[in-house]
């Protein structure tokens, strides 16, 4: 019987014509052997893989091998280094219709090789193998025996798994080669695992008889806000030129770095790009503001000598920072490192230490203002070094233009500090950022208008908030705007209260705000919290929802319910000071 099929016939992407099946003869390596020396040194730890989980990936492909065919019938690449001829056979008879095959690194080694075979002299014909297969029965060759290449190329991969080694001058005994074999991090995607790095990993180790790289940095990959992949096809690919064209280099590069968490895509957008273009402007204005004040560089400055509170502090910070810096950048995490140092420019050093060092620049202590021009210039420094392999080029900048250097930035060592750290001005000004802080959040709570002033009464205040107190006064009523700092022994009616320590902060609201209408504004924000909330459990709860939904929805539904019970918990905080 007659049976009719529907099938799928190819056709090529470019010449749109079907593509026909043909089996043609092709050259093969035993990436079997390859793989075991391969296996055995991820399995020592010889090299190894960031995040560690993806040595899985890798023992799968590799424990699981096939032969690897390493010909491929293009126009471009290495030339496959074998060439054929007529099988000879004594005495003096010659078999076109079969072949020799003679592989060699070059066409005067493959000469020789023919010549020891056929014992005679042999030629090289030029031309595809049809048309040599023609001439070499065709062609006269005055008694010599003619051989032709193959016209075939290696695989794309079995090129660059030399790379490691070929790009440095191999096989000849370079300097370079014996400086750079081993290579150091090899940054990649998990979709080359096997595609390229298990084959540098095969390579390496059969012809330098040393792993490549000591280390496999799987990054994540790059997608668009919502989660996609970015395709052409679906119109939401982000180019990154024109990310840098728009907000600079820079912000792309320290973008990309925040978000690279282990194990975790980049869902990048234009306005996390605007965002951490944002930071970078941040730290220029600091290093006007510096500059506006007289801050200048003092390379007999010793942070461990400072007398000033603050200055005192803002060295541990720095020592603390350079810390978590370094080894969050040994051990791959560079958004743990990025965050860091985001942290540490932008509320640290710009919101805190720039804010609480200004009364001492305008002042009339002229030790005190030296020294905390000098602490600032040194801060400065020492943030463009940690900074700078995350923004490499505003921080060059401002390196040249904060003070006179004999070398670049780039070219500067990486920070080391001895003796950095003041447990007392660590406390100390902590204390005042907490209740600066507080207050703060109260006031932003509680609805109390901007330009309102408001009265901070201190209750069971021990000797050192007392004297933290006296010390900041001005600095504390400034940046939380407030109109007294008291200390009494009860709390007054109607007033917000911050626990402190020891003692209990109070903010007397009462004809500040209206109370009955700020309580009720709370009540119905917890109510619509509720209610949202609701609705996410009943998404997140409904399993054919979730077996349905794309998986950054899901995502996207579970970082909402965060910010809500996140929400939430400020909500509730502020009812409960509402009495």
Avoid at 142 to 148: F, P
Avoid at 307 to 333: L, Y
Avoid at 455 to 481: F, K, P, Q, Y
Wanted: with cysteine; glycine share 6%; aromatic share 10%.
């Amino acid at each position: 019987k007659i049976e009719p099929h529907t099938h799928q016939v190819p056709h090529g992407d470019r010449s749109d014509v079907v593509i026909e099946p043909w089996l043609t003869v092709q050259w093969y390596v035993n990436a079997g052997e390859l793989a075991k020396p391969a296996i055995a040194a991820v399995e020592k730890g010889d090299t190894v893989f960031v995040p560690k989980n993806w040595e899985k990936t890798y023992f799968e492909w590799m424990r699981n091998i096939q032969p690897w065919c390493i010909s491929r019938q293009l126009w471009w690449g290495h030339q496959i280094p074998a060439w054929y001829g007529p099988k000879y056979e004594e005495p003096n008879n010659y078999r076109f219709d079969q072949l020799e095959v003679f592989v060699a690194e070059t066409e005067q080694e493959a000469l020789a090789l023919a010549q020891q075979y056929y014992k005679k002299d042999v030629i090289i014909v030029a031309g595809f193998a049809e048309m040599a297969n023609r001439l070499i029965n065709e062609l006269p060759v005055n008694g010599k025996v003619a051989i032709y290449r193959d016209e075939d190329v290696l695989d794309t991969w079995f090129s660059s798994a030399l790379w490691p080694f070929s790009t440095l001058g191999w096989p000849d005994e370079t300097p370079e080669l014996k400086r750079h074999y081993k290579t150091d991090v090899l940054v990649t995607g998990f979709d080359i695992i096997f595609f390229w790095v298990a084959r540098m990993m095969m390579m390496g180790l059969h012809f330098m008889h040393e792993v490549p790289f000591h280390t496999v940095y799987i990054h994540a990959l790059v997608r668009d806000e919502k989660g996609q992949k970015m395709s052409k096809s679906k119109g939401n690919v982000i180019d990154p030129l024109e990310l840098i064209d728009a907000y600079g280099a820079d912000a792309l590069r320290f973008t990309l770095a925040a978000m690279a968490a282990q194990g975790r895509d980049i869902k990048l957008s234009k306005q996390r790009v605007e965002g951490y273009r944002n930071f970078g402007t941040k730290l220029w204005n600091a290093v006007r503001f510096a500059e506006m004040n007289g801050v200048t560089r003092d390379w007999n400055y010793d942070p461990v000598a400072a007398r000033v509170t603050v200055n005192r502090w803002i060295a541990g910070e720095t020592a603390r920072t350079r810390d978590i810096v370094t080894r969050a950048i040994e051990e791959h995490k560079y958004n743990e490192a990025a965050g860091a140092l985001y942290q540490f420019v932008w509320n640290v050093f710009c919101d805190w230490y720039l804010e609480l060092i200004k009364p001492i620049l305008n002042g009339g202590d002229e030790q005190a203002r030296h020294e905390t021009q000098q602490s600032t210039a040194w801060v400065i420094d020492q943030t463009l070094l940690l900074l700078h392999p995350f923004m490499p080029f505003v921080t060059e900048e401002l390196w040249q233009k904060v003070a006179p250097r004999s070398k670049w930035l780039i070219e500067s060592e990486w920070p080391w500090y001895m003796g950095l750290g003041d447990q007392a001005a660590d406390a100390e000004i902590e204390w005042v950022i907490r209740l600066i802080s507080e207050v703060r959040s109260v006031r932003a709570e509680m609805n109390v208008p901007a330009g309102a002033k408001i009265a901070c009464v201190v209750v069971g205040a021990g000797s050192d908030t007392r004297m933290r107190a006296a010390n900041w006064e001005a600095e504390i009523m400034r940046l939380a705007r407030l109109s007294s700092i008291t200390f009494e022994d009860e709390v007054p009616k109607a007033a917000a209260q911050i626990v402190l320590d020891e003692a209990t902060v109070a903010l007397p609201l009462e004809g500040v705000i209206d109370f009955a209408a700020e309580r009720a504004r709370l009540s119905k924000e917890l109510e619509k919290i509720a209610k949202d909330t609701a609705a996410i459990d009943g998404r997140l709860n409904n399993p054919g929802f979730v077996a349905k939904a794309p998986p950054e929805v899901l995502e996207e539904s579970r970082e909402r319910k965060a910010e809500l019970e996140a929400r939430k918990a400020k909500v509730d905080e502020a009812l409960g000071r509402l009495g």
